[in-house]
């Protein structure tokens, strides 16, 4: 078991999406996202644990000397720069019918790093709640009208000032306990970035 800060992207209204343009259309917006999205991923020191449908499961390191402070501003920074390329993409492909948009979802907790399945297939994976725990965060976003929801963790690593006024009580699914959350918008990152490195 390992602390790690986990990063779960999705995006938002891909069955419409997919179901408006021709397969090999489809192929090419994805195969573009993919690229783009690696490099920002890669430039914040972020590792892609893997790519599911058209989510996408980013890992950190918890590093002691900062608490964890710096795996949650990277994090920070992906959702920044993917937001950014997810506006790149939408331009491209102008007859798409909704914005190339997405939803994070982050979350810091103890997971095990491991090679999973069975002697025909075998992946080096991140297992745990804490894993859960991020893709529910990033379903909560949509019920909450954010682009980012972080969890308890996550945002307790940041300066308080920043956060203790604006959490949520969300019930996820899977848990009998309400979890305060932190929702902010793709709009709110540079200043909680700015804060941050105060």
Known sequence: MEEITLFVCDIRN???ISESMPPNE????????FKMATKVIEACSGTIDKFIGDAILVRWATETE???RLAVVRALKVAK???EVCAQVSASAPRLPHPFRIG???NTGRAVLGSIGGAGYREYTVIG????MAFRFETESKRLGKDIVIGPDSYRCLPPRLWERSLASVVVKGKSE?????AIAFGDVDAVLAQAAE
Do not use: E, F, K, Q
Request: charge should be negative; charged fraction near 10%; hydrophobic fraction near 50%.
């Open 178 to 182: 309400p979890v305060d959350v932190w």
């Open 66 to 68: 900062t608490g964890g």
């Open 104 to 106: 994070v979802g982050i």
């Open 81 to 83: 720069g993917l937001n």
């Open 129 to 132: 709640d804490s894993v859960n």
């Open 14 to 16: 891909y069955t419409p």
């Open 26 to 33: 489809l192929a090419a917006l994805m195969a573009r996202w």
